[in-house]
């Protein structure tokens, strides 16, 4: 275990409760259900932590070293520890610095727990991206609300609402109970009088309270000493001078106990009895300083004193094996060569298991005249700058050191590239790294020789792996490796390579995006999102816009395997935006995604750039990716000559565009049949089976049909737009599609006789199914009904059903919400359109966000409760044309009342004049 965590930090402080703040309990007890995560932010002495002891729940009391989402993760672990049941697979990730992966193992225990609150006290001071997402990893379980007591909101906001310090300062009522508790001698005017001034904060009053007892008027004690150090003249009077120079003392380490009365060089530390004076938390047998009462105490002491104190604490972190610790206490006493030293000695050790965020913190700590005069450190932090995923910095910084003379930079040089997927760009630093380090070159090679589509010389080198089946045309077997890795309990960061390349995988995340990949091509597409979404989390999670970048690209690919061609170009482009300024290969998949939804332009700089990397495998493989897509969509594409060794993809080249044959290669690859990226057409897949016999129907169109009824009905064959003869024809296929029929119940609908049924009938299959044989069955139709097979494309059948579905799953549709059945007068179908309007309006007013509600606005701009709810938002403008226009239209006045808020809500919004003599 890289960091041992302190007892004390898992228990709640047993601070004086003198006040049970009964109105704050009833907002926590409310604000839970609707918030899982409350963030309590305010300044120091707000009670945040009072509160919540008094509220009660698993405590953590967080550091700067939790900053680095491995020490938090650790931290978490010990406070969950003796509730777990199986806490190896969470210690194997931390151990390999996996900090998401060990996230979303203990996701899955606590979500096995009791419902329980966990505290995160002091949260300030491990305010990071990478904690923030840890902690809303966590955050997903249902049986879990999470506080965060922070001195500020930032960066915790996003996680839940704020509770500020206007909520959390005393009331007067409560000021009351406190001076009754503390100086029941005060008269209640007094009170008020110091409740005013500091504005209801409760550290604020209680000093101010234990001044006024010792006659001190409350304006004096509170603006006599306005720094953090004038605390002490609170604090201090009173006390016996020996306490005051122990506390001054104790206060360097910022926490302590009986143990350390040696460090200190004091016969006893026991402040017990002066916690309420000196402000102290009790944490089991420890005491905690406030850290503005350590700040100020600290300054009572002389430099030399405190810097000796310091490295004490230093050499005592060292020998509890405790390093990150004792290098900022070396930091903070001015001992930056030391703590250079450490760096040097233990610091690689540290990136190993994954603390490159300490390192980095530790690294800009330092003067950069220490760092320069020191080459290997800026080798340490090119190397944890690689790490981080922020490669551009990482090369400066390797370049940097290879001039100072550092040799291993060669090496990290060409580890960059093969993180970035540019071959081309690694071969020259892997030449020079072979002459010094050959054993360590050659396995960075045969990776090289991989991304550079070499398969043989890569396989002849030693290399296996999942990546090597996909890139030698068994994409089946390299999913069935992947997928039974990932499935092992020793799967903790993913797939063990043959040669690695020492780098933890948060960089890459290369199992979770390897895997969205194979699931696209060879498994479900799906499965494919799924994974394109986790990997998506884990890279913004780790503040790296290259993870993000490919998490889109292959959200795009499993998107675009699915036929949902406008989101998979929105993912792409996404790609594309987070991929600018980093590595062009980055682009190469996006700018293929963008390609395959229409645009040449994006195809031709695809080539360019997959071809400047030296990466031929991937231009075949986006080529490919590109001619399909279009092929599905009814276009055409020129598909060039592809020079790669990959039998799979020149099997897909050659059978291209599937016009003829084709059977052999869909029996070889029977995923080619599902919706997976390189699918054919599903009516060719679907005719060929019919043809092999392997589809039980008695005829096959060889067409596909979509069918649109959200905002009017219309038909497209085979892309193209079929037009009714007859109106009657039109309603009977938007009956269809409510459910099935019998002949009569059609008939009565319609007022029809049998014989005009007959033609309506007639008319409907021969537009679905043109050239069907006389008499043959039909294949979209069945007496009375539509057959639901894959050729056939309902917009409507999102719903599955009119019962079936949540209101919330209504409201998640892939196609752009209408009305439906617009422009067909029928009584049936206006009922169903106004039954499935309301179930889908249910279920984005269920969603509440302000999107949300002005859609749901739009639905039905009469609704005034929804009305007067988003005038409270910052689409209240918005709203009120909204539902204004739509009172004018019916001749109809706004409600005074609503005017009143409107006008109130532009008179707040309206600018101030400037006032006279000052600039505009």
Request: glycine share 8%; charged share 25%.
């Amino acid at each position: 275990m890289p960091y041992r965590v302190p007892k004390s930090r898992l228990l709640p402080p047993r601070t004086a409760r003198e006040v049970r703040r009964e109105r704050l309990l009833h907002t926590l007890r409310q604000g839970f259900p609707k918030s899982p995560v409350l963030v309590l932010a305010a300044g120091a002495g707000y009670g945040k932590s009072t509160l919540m002891a008094s509220y009660g729940g698993l405590w953590l009391s967080l550091g700067e070293e939790a900053k680095d989402p491995v020490v938090l993760g650790w931290h978490l672990l010990e406070a969950y520890r003796p509730q777990l049941e199986n806490p190896g697979e969470i210690e194997q990730a931390l151990e390999r610095g996996a900090w998401t992966l060990a996230g979303e193992a203990l996701l899955e225990e606590v979500s096995a727990l009791e419902p329980h609150t966990l505290v995160l006290d002091e949260a300030q001071r491990a305010a990071s991206r990478e904690a923030v997402a840890f902690v809303r990893t966590l955050a997903q379980s249902p049986n879990l609300s999470v506080a965060i007591l922070s001195r500020r909101a930032a960066p915790w906001e996003v996680l839940g609402r704020v509770i500020g310090e206007a909520e959390l300062a005393f009331d007067p009522n409560e000021a009351l109970l406190l001076a009754r508790a503390l100086t029941p001698e005060l008269p209640a005017f007094e009170v008020e009088r110091a409740h005013s001034l500091v504005r209801g904060w409760p550290l604020g009053l209680r000093l101010l309270l234990r001044a006024m007892r010792r006659g001190i008027q409350p304006e004096e004690a509170f603006y006599a000493h306005p720094d953090a150090a004038g605390l002490l003249a609170y604090l201090l009077p009173g006390l016996p001078e020996e306490v005051q120079k122990r506390a001054a003392r104790a206060s360097v380490l910022g926490e302590f106990g009986p143990e350390e009365a040696e460090l200190l060089g004091i016969p006893d530390v026991d402040l017990e009895f002066y916690a309420e004076d000196l402000l102290l938390e009790r944490v089991g047998s420890r005491l905690r300083f406030h850290p503005l009462v350590r700040r100020a105490l600290m300054g009572t002491l002389e430099p030399a004193e405190t810097r000796s104190l310091l490295s004490k604490a230093a050499d005592a972190a060292m020998a509890r094996g405790e390093g990150v610790r004792a290098a900022g206490y070396l930091l903070e006493a001015g001992r930056l060569g030391h703590a250079a030293d450490l760096l040097l000695q233990q610091g690689e050790s540290w990136l190993a298991s994954g603390l490159m965020h300490t390192v980095l913190g530790l690294l800009d700590r330092m003067p950069d005249a220490l760092v320069r005069a020191r080459p290997e450190l800026i080798y340490l932090r090119a190397e944890a700058l690689r790490h981080a995923g922020r490669y551009a910095q990482a090369e400066a910084a390797y370049q940097e050191a290879r001039a100072a003379g550092v040799e291993r930079a060669w090496l990290g040089l060409s580890r960059l590239y093969l993180d970035t997927v540019e071959p081309a760009k690694a071969w020259p630093y892997l030449d020079a790294a072979q002459a010094q380090f050959p054993e360590a070159a050659r396995a960075l090679r045969a990776e090289n020789l991989l991304n550079a589509g070499r398969v043989e010389e890569a396989v002849a080198l030693g290399l296996t792996g999942p990546r090597v089946l996909l890139r030698s045309g068994q994409p089946v077997q390299a999913l069935e490796l992947l997928r039974e890795t990932l499935s092992s309990p020793r799967s903790g960061v993913g797939i063990t390579p043959v040669f690695p390349a020492d780098r933890p995988p948060k960089n890459h995340r290369e199992d979770t995006l390897l895997l969205s990949l194979l699931e696209a091509v060879a498994g479900n597409a799906q499965a494919a999102m799924a994974a394109a979404l986790r990997g998506r989390k884990q890279g913004e999670a780790m503040g790296s816009p290259f993870v993000v970048a490919l998490a889109e690209a292959r959200l795009g690919h499993a998107l675009l395997a699915q036929n949902r061609w406008e989101e998979a170009r929105a993912a792409y482009e996404r790609a594309l935006s987070l991929a600018e300024g980093g590595p062009g290969r980055l682009k190469v998949e996006a700018l293929g995604g963008v390609a395959a939804t229409g645009e040449d332009a994006a195809y031709t700089e695809m080539v360019q750039l997959a071809r400047e990397s030296g990466d031929a495998w991937v231009e075949a493989f986006i080529t490919l990716t590109v001619a399909y897509a279009r092929l599905r969509q009814g276009k055409t594409f020129a598909l060039p000559a592809l020079a790669v060794q990959d039998p799979f993809l020149l099997e897909l080249a050659a059978v291209y565009p599937w016009d003829q044959g084709g059977a052999a290669t869909l029996k070889r690859y029977p995923f080619l049949g599902e919706a997976t990226l390189f699918a054919p057409p599903i009516e060719r897949v679907r005719r060929l089976l019919w043809e092999m016999g392997q589809l039980e129907v008695a005829y096959h169109p060889g067409v596909r049909v979509e069918i649109r009824a959200l905002g009017g009905l219309s038909v497209a064959v085979n892309g193209q737009a079929v037009r009714f003869r007859r109106e009657k024809t039109q309603l009977l296929l938007a009956l269809l599609l409510l459910r099935d029929w019998s002949k009569e119940e059609l008939m009565e609908a319609l007022e029809v006789s049998d014989g005009e049924f007959r033609v309506l009938w007639s008319e409907l299959l021969h537009l679905l199914e043109p050239g069907r044989p006389p008499r043959a069955r039909g294949y979209f139709c069945k007496p009375y009904g539509l057959v639901r097979v894959p050729e056939l494309k309902v917009d409507l059948w999102e719903f599955d059903g009119l019962g079936s579905r949540t209101a919330e799953g209504l409201a998640t549709l892939h196609c752009a919400f209408a009305p439906p059945f617009a422009g067909l007068e029928h009584p049936l179908l206006e009922a169903a359109g106004t039954e499935i309007t309301a179930r889908y309006r249910e279920g984005i007013l269920r969603r509440g966000d302000e999107e949300a509600l002005l859609e749901a606005l739009r639905l039905d701009p009469l609704d005034e409760p929804l009305v007067e709810r988003l005038l409270r938002t910052a689409r209240a403008e918005v709203a009120w044309a909204i539902h204004t226009q739509a009172l004018r239209e019916l001749g109809l006045e706004p409600n005074a009342l609503l005017l009143a808020q409107a006008e109130a809500r532009r008179t707040k919004l309206k600018p101030n004049p400037p006032a006279a003599g000052t600039a505009g």
